[in-house]
Protein backbone atom coordinates (compact mmCIF):
# COMPACT_ATOMS: atom_id res chain seq x y z
CA UNK A 1 0.00 0.00 0.00
CA UNK A 2 1.73 3.50 -0.96
CA UNK A 3 2.34 6.31 1.14
CA UNK A 4 -0.58 8.00 -0.01
CA UNK A 5 -3.15 5.71 0.41
CA UNK A 6 -2.25 5.50 3.99
CA UNK A 7 -2.37 8.70 3.87
CA UNK A 8 -5.88 8.80 2.98
CA UNK A 9 -7.25 6.37 5.62
CA UNK A 10 -6.20 9.82 8.24
CA UNK A 11 -8.88 11.22 6.24
CA UNK A 12 -11.67 8.57 7.69
CA UNK A 13 -10.74 9.71 10.79
CA UNK A 14 -12.54 12.91 10.76
CA UNK A 15 -15.06 13.43 7.93
CA UNK A 16 -16.42 16.51 8.28
CA UNK A 17 -12.87 18.37 8.42
CA UNK A 18 -9.73 16.42 8.02
CA UNK A 19 -7.80 16.15 4.61
CA UNK A 20 -6.75 13.59 2.87
CA UNK A 21 -3.47 14.11 2.59
CA UNK A 22 -2.54 12.65 6.32
CA UNK A 23 0.51 10.08 6.61
CA UNK A 24 -0.67 8.13 9.74
CA UNK A 25 -1.94 5.13 10.43
CA UNK A 26 -4.99 3.80 9.20
CA UNK A 27 -7.73 5.80 11.76
CA UNK A 28 -5.42 5.79 14.63
CA UNK A 29 -1.99 6.95 14.62
CA UNK A 30 0.99 5.00 16.66
CA UNK A 31 1.49 5.99 19.94
CA UNK A 32 3.23 9.51 20.27
CA UNK A 33 2.26 10.59 17.15
CA UNK A 34 -0.37 12.54 15.00
CA UNK A 35 -2.06 14.76 13.03
CA UNK A 36 -2.50 18.49 13.36
CA UNK A 37 -4.42 20.61 11.08
CA UNK A 38 -5.57 24.42 11.18
CA UNK A 39 -8.05 25.79 8.69
CA UNK A 40 -9.78 29.27 7.85
CA UNK A 41 -13.53 28.89 6.59
CA UNK A 42 -15.34 31.35 4.85
CA UNK A 43 -19.17 31.02 4.52
CA UNK A 44 -20.81 33.58 2.12
CA UNK A 45 -24.34 33.61 2.82
CA UNK A 46 -27.36 33.39 0.22
CA UNK A 47 -30.46 33.17 2.11
CA UNK A 48 -31.91 31.59 5.06
CA UNK A 49 -34.26 28.46 5.73
CA UNK A 50 -36.71 28.59 8.12
CA UNK A 51 -37.79 25.45 10.71
CA UNK A 52 -40.72 25.16 7.53
CA UNK A 53 -38.58 25.00 4.98
CA UNK A 54 -39.44 28.27 3.47
CA UNK A 55 -36.39 30.27 1.96
CA UNK A 56 -35.52 33.85 3.37
CA UNK A 57 -33.72 36.22 1.79
CA UNK A 58 -31.49 38.89 3.93
CA UNK A 59 -28.57 41.50 3.43
CA UNK A 60 -24.79 40.24 3.55
CA UNK A 61 -24.35 37.81 5.77
CA UNK A 62 -21.21 36.28 6.11
CA UNK A 63 -19.45 34.16 8.24
CA UNK A 64 -15.48 33.83 8.89
CA UNK A 65 -14.11 30.84 11.25
CA UNK A 66 -10.27 29.92 12.21
CA UNK A 67 -10.25 26.71 13.28
CA UNK A 68 -8.29 23.64 14.42
CA UNK A 69 -8.45 19.41 14.62
CA UNK A 70 -5.55 17.27 16.01
CA UNK A 71 -4.92 13.72 17.05
CA UNK A 72 -2.61 11.53 18.92
CA UNK A 73 -1.95 7.71 19.46
CA UNK A 74 -2.38 6.55 23.25
CA UNK A 75 -1.79 2.43 22.17
CA UNK A 76 -2.07 0.57 19.41
CA UNK A 77 -5.67 1.55 18.06
CA UNK A 78 -6.15 3.90 20.68
CA UNK A 79 -6.52 7.72 19.81
CA UNK A 80 -7.19 10.85 21.68
CA UNK A 81 -8.79 13.70 19.22
CA UNK A 82 -9.73 17.18 19.43
CA UNK A 83 -11.66 19.91 17.29
CA UNK A 84 -12.62 23.32 18.19
CA UNK A 85 -13.42 26.82 16.05
CA UNK A 86 -10.77 29.24 17.81
CA UNK A 87 -12.53 32.04 16.56
CA UNK A 88 -15.65 32.74 15.01
CA UNK A 89 -16.71 35.97 13.08
CA UNK A 90 -20.41 36.90 11.70
CA UNK A 91 -21.37 39.70 9.93
CA UNK A 92 -24.91 41.02 9.34
CA UNK A 93 -26.21 44.30 7.62
CA UNK A 94 -29.17 45.52 9.03
CA UNK A 95 -30.96 47.39 6.59
CA UNK A 96 -33.34 49.39 9.08
CA UNK A 97 -30.58 51.10 11.05
CA UNK A 98 -28.78 50.88 7.50
CA UNK A 99 -25.03 49.26 8.92
CA UNK A 100 -22.88 46.61 8.27
CA UNK A 101 -22.59 44.67 12.17
CA UNK A 102 -20.00 42.66 13.11
CA UNK A 103 -19.94 40.01 16.44
CA UNK A 104 -16.67 37.68 17.26
CA UNK A 105 -16.64 34.91 19.88
CA UNK A 106 -14.68 31.67 20.54
CA UNK A 107 -15.79 28.39 19.69
CA UNK A 108 -16.88 25.37 21.80
CA UNK A 109 -14.08 22.79 21.87
CA UNK A 110 -14.67 18.87 21.73
CA UNK A 111 -12.70 16.03 23.18
CA UNK A 112 -12.86 12.57 21.99
CA UNK A 113 -11.25 9.00 21.79
CA UNK A 114 -11.27 6.98 18.62
CA UNK A 115 -11.19 2.89 19.35
CA UNK A 116 -9.93 0.84 16.09
CA UNK A 117 -11.26 -2.59 17.32
CA UNK A 118 -10.82 -4.02 13.39
CA UNK A 119 -7.85 -3.89 11.13
CA UNK A 120 -8.04 -6.39 8.40
CA UNK A 121 -6.19 -6.14 5.17
CA UNK A 122 -7.65 -3.16 4.08
CA UNK A 123 -11.20 -2.91 6.39
CA UNK A 124 -11.20 -0.94 9.10
CA UNK A 125 -13.68 -0.20 11.79
CA UNK A 126 -13.54 2.17 14.13
CA UNK A 127 -15.69 3.68 17.34
CA UNK A 128 -15.44 7.03 18.37
CA UNK A 129 -17.22 9.25 21.05
CA UNK A 130 -16.60 12.86 21.73
CA UNK A 131 -17.88 15.54 24.18
CA UNK A 132 -18.32 19.15 22.85
CA UNK A 133 -18.48 21.57 25.70
CA UNK A 134 -20.30 24.94 26.06
CA UNK A 135 -17.65 27.29 27.09
CA UNK A 136 -19.70 29.81 25.17
CA UNK A 137 -22.61 31.70 27.06
CA UNK A 138 -22.90 33.96 24.60
CA UNK A 139 -26.45 32.08 23.76
CA UNK A 140 -28.82 35.14 23.49
CA UNK A 141 -30.13 36.39 19.99
CA UNK A 142 -27.49 38.74 18.60
CA UNK A 143 -28.86 40.84 16.00
CA UNK A 144 -32.40 40.53 14.38
CA UNK A 145 -32.47 39.18 10.77
CA UNK A 146 -34.56 41.17 8.49
CA UNK A 147 -36.13 40.46 5.07
CA UNK A 148 -33.59 41.54 2.12
CA UNK A 149 -36.72 43.56 0.71
CA UNK A 150 -39.05 46.13 2.36
CA UNK A 151 -42.73 45.21 1.86
CA UNK A 152 -45.21 47.16 0.24
CA UNK A 153 -45.77 49.59 3.78
CA UNK A 154 -41.63 50.29 3.45
CA UNK A 155 -41.48 48.22 6.64
CA UNK A 156 -38.47 45.20 6.94
CA UNK A 157 -39.96 42.50 8.50
CA UNK A 158 -38.06 40.19 10.98
CA UNK A 159 -37.17 36.45 9.31
CA UNK A 160 -34.73 35.70 12.21
CA UNK A 161 -32.59 36.28 15.21
CA UNK A 162 -28.51 35.60 14.99
CA UNK A 163 -27.24 33.94 17.53
CA UNK A 164 -23.54 32.59 17.96
CA UNK A 165 -23.72 30.50 20.63
CA UNK A 166 -25.42 27.28 21.62
CA UNK A 167 -24.73 26.85 25.39
CA UNK A 168 -25.22 22.93 25.64
CA UNK A 169 -23.29 20.04 25.65
CA UNK A 170 -23.42 17.69 22.82
CA UNK A 171 -22.33 13.62 23.71
CA UNK A 172 -21.56 12.38 20.52
CA UNK A 173 -20.86 8.01 19.72
CA UNK A 174 -20.95 6.52 16.44
CA UNK A 175 -18.88 3.97 14.01
CA UNK A 176 -16.78 4.58 11.31
CA UNK A 177 -16.17 2.18 8.50
CA UNK A 178 -13.55 1.91 5.74
CA UNK A 179 -11.96 0.49 3.00
CA UNK A 180 -8.64 1.19 0.92
CA UNK A 181 -7.79 0.54 -2.15
CA UNK A 182 -4.19 0.77 -4.12
CA UNK A 183 -5.38 4.69 -5.04
CA UNK A 184 -8.43 5.56 -3.60
CA UNK A 185 -10.58 4.97 -0.76
CA UNK A 186 -14.38 4.81 0.74
CA UNK A 187 -15.81 5.67 3.79
CA UNK A 188 -18.53 6.19 5.96
CA UNK A 189 -19.98 7.22 9.36
CA UNK A 190 -23.05 7.03 11.49
CA UNK A 191 -23.44 8.40 15.01
CA UNK A 192 -25.98 9.62 17.58
CA UNK A 193 -25.31 13.06 19.11
CA UNK A 194 -27.10 13.80 22.52
CA UNK A 195 -27.84 17.45 23.30
CA UNK A 196 -28.81 18.20 26.85
CA UNK A 197 -30.26 21.13 28.37
CA UNK A 198 -32.92 20.10 26.39
CA UNK A 199 -32.17 20.51 22.96
CA UNK A 200 -33.36 17.82 19.98
CA UNK A 201 -30.86 14.84 19.75
CA UNK A 202 -28.85 14.37 16.31
CA UNK A 203 -28.29 11.69 13.70
CA UNK A 204 -24.92 12.28 12.51
CA UNK A 205 -23.28 11.09 9.11
CA UNK A 206 -20.98 11.19 6.05
CA UNK A 207 -19.73 8.80 2.94
CA UNK A 208 -16.87 9.85 0.88
CA UNK A 209 -14.27 8.46 -1.56
CA UNK A 210 -10.40 9.33 -1.52
CA UNK A 211 -8.48 9.86 -4.46
CA UNK A 212 -4.75 9.89 -5.22
CA UNK A 213 -4.56 11.69 -8.33
CA UNK A 214 -0.57 11.77 -8.63
CA UNK A 215 2.32 11.78 -6.28
CA UNK A 216 1.67 15.49 -4.60
CA UNK A 217 -2.19 16.13 -5.36
CA UNK A 218 -5.13 14.11 -3.61
CA UNK A 219 -8.85 14.54 -3.77
CA UNK A 220 -11.71 13.60 -1.50
CA UNK A 221 -15.26 13.50 -2.41
CA UNK A 222 -17.81 13.95 0.55
CA UNK A 223 -21.56 13.73 1.24
CA UNK A 224 -22.55 14.59 5.12
CA UNK A 225 -25.66 15.57 7.29
CA UNK A 226 -27.07 16.10 10.59
CA UNK A 227 -30.51 15.62 10.92
CA UNK A 228 -32.66 16.62 14.31
CA UNK A 229 -35.03 14.89 15.99
CA UNK A 230 -38.27 16.08 17.96
CA UNK A 231 -37.97 14.96 21.21
CA UNK A 232 -40.67 11.76 22.34
CA UNK A 233 -41.26 13.38 25.44
CA UNK A 234 -41.19 17.15 26.08
CA UNK A 235 -40.97 19.71 28.45
CA UNK A 236 -42.11 23.39 28.80
CA UNK A 237 -38.57 24.71 29.87
CA UNK A 238 -37.09 22.78 26.56
CA UNK A 239 -35.51 26.02 24.25
CA UNK A 240 -37.58 27.15 21.29
CA UNK A 241 -35.98 25.68 18.60
CA UNK A 242 -33.75 28.78 17.05
CA UNK A 243 -34.49 30.69 13.59
CA UNK A 244 -30.72 32.15 13.24
CA UNK A 245 -28.93 32.01 9.46
CA UNK A 246 -25.75 31.22 11.48
CA UNK A 247 -27.22 27.50 12.32
CA UNK A 248 -25.95 27.51 15.81
CA UNK A 249 -29.48 26.69 18.17
CA UNK A 250 -31.64 23.76 18.83
CA UNK A 251 -33.34 22.36 15.73
CA UNK A 252 -30.84 22.59 13.29
CA UNK A 253 -30.75 20.06 10.63
CA UNK A 254 -28.68 19.94 7.21
CA UNK A 255 -27.54 18.05 4.43
CA UNK A 256 -23.89 18.89 2.16
CA UNK A 257 -21.41 18.02 0.50
CA UNK A 258 -18.04 18.93 -0.26
CA UNK A 259 -14.75 18.54 -2.57
CA UNK A 260 -11.20 19.01 -0.95
CA UNK A 261 -8.12 18.91 -3.33
CA UNK A 262 -4.75 18.53 -0.91
CA UNK A 263 -0.95 19.27 -1.78
CA UNK A 264 1.78 17.78 -0.26
CA UNK A 265 4.16 20.91 -0.45
CA UNK A 266 6.69 19.70 1.77
CA UNK A 267 7.43 16.30 3.40
CA UNK A 268 4.47 15.42 6.41
CA UNK A 269 3.07 19.30 5.37
CA UNK A 270 0.13 19.60 2.93
CA UNK A 271 -1.78 22.83 1.87
CA UNK A 272 -5.79 22.31 1.10
CA UNK A 273 -8.68 23.82 -0.14
CA UNK A 274 -12.09 22.62 0.59
CA UNK A 275 -15.66 23.74 -1.47
CA UNK A 276 -18.81 22.98 0.62
CA UNK A 277 -22.20 23.67 -0.35
CA UNK A 278 -25.60 22.55 0.70
CA UNK A 279 -27.56 19.39 -1.13
CA UNK A 280 -30.61 20.00 0.82
CA UNK A 281 -32.85 19.32 3.83
CA UNK A 282 -31.78 22.47 5.71
CA UNK A 283 -33.72 23.41 8.45
CA UNK A 284 -33.01 26.92 10.68
CA UNK A 285 -29.62 27.18 8.63
CA UNK A 286 -28.35 29.73 6.12
CA UNK A 287 -27.46 28.74 2.93
CA UNK A 288 -24.49 29.32 0.42
CA UNK A 289 -21.06 28.31 -0.94
CA UNK A 290 -18.20 27.26 2.04
CA UNK A 291 -14.66 28.05 1.20
CA UNK A 292 -11.72 26.59 3.02
CA UNK A 293 -7.94 26.98 2.62
CA UNK A 294 -5.67 24.53 5.22
CA UNK A 295 -2.63 23.39 6.61
CA UNK A 296 -1.53 20.22 7.76
CA UNK A 297 0.93 18.41 9.10
CA UNK A 298 1.61 14.87 10.62
CA UNK A 299 4.23 14.28 13.59
Same mark, same amino acid.
Given at each position: ??????????????????????????????????????????????????????????????????????????????????????????????????????????? &???? *? %? $??????? !??? @???? =? #??????????????????????GDDG?? &???? *? %? $??????? !??? @???? =? #???????????????????????????????? *? %????EKWG?????????????????????????????????????????????????????????????????????????????????
Amino acid at each position: MSRRVRGLWAALAFALAVSASSASAQWTPQPGHGYVKVWAKWLLGFGYVDGEGDYNGYQNYHELFLATYGDVGIVDGLALFWHTDIVRGFTLRDPVADELRGHVTGG &DPAL *G %L $RWRFLLR !DRL @AMAL =V #GSVRAPLIQRTGERQVVYERHPGDDGVY &DRVG *G %L $RIGAGTW !DLT @AGLK =V #GYAFDTWFLGGSLAYQARLKGFDDRIVWSAEV *G %LTLNEKWGCTIRANGAHSMEPIRSDPDDPPRSESPSGIGNGVSWMGFAVELDYELLERWYLGLTIEGGLGFLRRQTGGPVTSLSLATTY
